[in-house]
């Protein structure tokens, strides 16, 4: 069954801390995708990775980072810095095949106190 | 920069019905991609339907069909036969190779679907 997982799927941490996101594709697919999504709002591009050991900022890569270490894996860590770090996080991949579109994972809903 | 505009906030019909979704985008390329996604209460985010810009066709997947306007640049979703299940957040969205297949994204419209 091929597709993109993220966990958890909820998550809950104390401000200040650090917490990562994970997201892994078994799609063979080069790039990934992170995106944030607040209530009633559109999705918003954290980070993009197109290779392995490569990854660009997206319009609000403030407070994130991420590493793609392996084809697979795409991790997001949203740091301490990030000043408004509850919502929903999305993490996608693009197929090479053409045609563009964006598969997603299910999400994870960070709720920081 | 590109720019995707969904004009319509939420929408509401009755289950059968016939709903038309409206997004406009900006954009000064002439190869690029249009789609549009669901996202249900689940939040999962699906894609319904896609539209290469250079295809003069207008893409239909069974019930959801488009209204392509290149010149406009208008490209609006119509879902025949609405069904409770249709009940979502609809995302219309732009990608291109000059831009990295980045997708930007539109705003959103809530559709409800009522029995």
């Known amino acids: 069954d091929g597709g993109i997982t993220q966990s958890p799927k909820y998550l809950f941490r104390k401000e200040g801390q650090n917490v990562t996101l994970s997201c892994e594709q078994n799609l063979n697919h080069d790039a990934m995708y992170w995106y944030r999504q607040d209530p009633g709002q559109g999705l918003r591009l954290i980070y993009y990775?197109?290779?392995?050991?490569?990854?660009q900022k997206g319009d609000i890569a403030e407070g994130y980072s991420v590493s793609r270490e392996k084809k697979e894996s795409f991790p997001l860590t949203v740091t301490s810095a990030q000043k408004n770090p509850t919502a929903f996080y999305l993490c996608a991949s693009i197929s090479p095949q053409g045609h563009s579109e964006q598969y997603f994972g299910p999400g994870t809903r960070l709720t920081v106190t | 920069a590109q720019t995707v505009t969904q004009s319509q906030p939420e929408m509401s019909v009755q289950e059968a019905e016939t709903v038309t979704l409206s997004c406009t985008y900006d954009?000064?390329?002439?190869?690029?991609?249009l789609f549009w996604y669901k996202q249900p209460p689940s939040r999962q985010m699906i894609l319904v339907i896609r539209q290469e810009a250079y295809k003069q066709q207008n893409a239909t997947e069974n019930r959801f069909s488009v209204n392509f306007q290149k010149a406009a640049k208008s490209f609006s979703l119509k879902i025949s036969d609405s069904q409770l299940g249709d009940t979502a957040m609809y995302f219309c969205a732009f990608s291109s190779m000059d831009s990295n297949y980045q997708l930007i994204w539109g705003a959103g419209t809530k559709l409800i679907i009522k029995p």
């Open positions: 990775s197109q290779i392995v050991n490569d990854f």
């Open positions: 954009t000064s390329e002439n190869n690029y991609y």
